[in-house]
């Protein structure tokens, strides 16, 4: 059976890691008292340009994943930094969370019970026999934030999202 399912969710926007910001971390997390400097870092990894590591170190330093050693007010170098309790948990997770929650209106196509997705094309060629819909608190105790996690990332590669929260608020056959 097919169903039309309407969801609430509470979610944020998860920022992934890119490669430059990965080396910053495991650089860090390898040498956490004898990192190299960005010249030598530029040198053996054959990036050509320091700016991708004064760029990555940035983004990390205003996401707090990393902290200065010193408070000396003078230019900073990849050596002067360590990773920061948060870096850990955002090297783990190859990302951060952003702070700002947006509330999201889903309309969702469903195979029931396997919920699958389904494109609204095949449902709509999909006709049902007058079928009672499942209570819309079994349909919300069976979806999970895996799932509907999977249903916003699976259509957009710019954005990531993480579900904080989600509330079913239709179910129809």
Known sequence: ????????????????????EWAVLNLLNTFPTDAPTIADTTSQLSIGEPAFLVAALENLRSAKAIQARTDEPRR????????SEAGRTILREDGWESEREETLTEDIALDWPSLRFVSHRSSAKHIEHKKA???????????????????????????????????????EV
């Open 1 to 20: 059976m097919i169903l039309h399912v309407t969801v609430e969710i509470t979610a944020v926007e998860f920022r992934r890691l890119n490669s430059f």
């Open 76 to 83: 900073l170098d990849l050596n002067d930094y360590e990773l």
């Open 133 to 171: 819909a499942p209570p819309l608190e079994e349909v919300q105790e069976k979806l999970t934030s895996e799932k509907l996690e999977a249903w916003l990332n699976q259509n957009d590669n710019s954005r990531c999202w993480r579900v904080k929260n989600y509330f079913v608020t239709s179910v």
